[in-house]
């Protein structure tokens, strides 16, 4: 992918991802300025279920953009498109699909699980 496409792409993401984790955080905080306030939920475990979700859904986002920033930087670099692990070129379609993937789709499938 040449770099004027992958920077347009790169940027997209970015402003799709920091879009949802704006719109999650006015969500969350609405959700809970409710909950104190009305008693909306049956009770503390719900309530504090629900704001585990929130968090965890808000970190997920904020984790995509540091991935981001990351392939960013690759970018600046003259690195983007070679896996961060081993350099092997990462295929357009790939980066296509994710322009922020660090690895190839082997590469990825190998690694475990994130906890």
Known sequence: MDNE?????????????????????EAGEQDRDEANEQHEMDGPAQRLTAEGLD????????????AIERAEGRLRAGTYGFSVKTGLPI??????????????VEEASEEPPAV
């Open 91 to 104: 295929p357009d379609a790939r980066l296509e699909a994710d322009p922020a993937a660090e690895l190839t």
């Open 5 to 25: 496409r992958a920077k347009k792409a790169l940027e997209r993401e970015r402003r799709r991802v920091e879009g949802l984790l704006g719109e999650m955080v």
């Open 55 to 66: 968090d965890a859904v808000a970190a997920g986002l904020r984790d995509r953009l540091a």
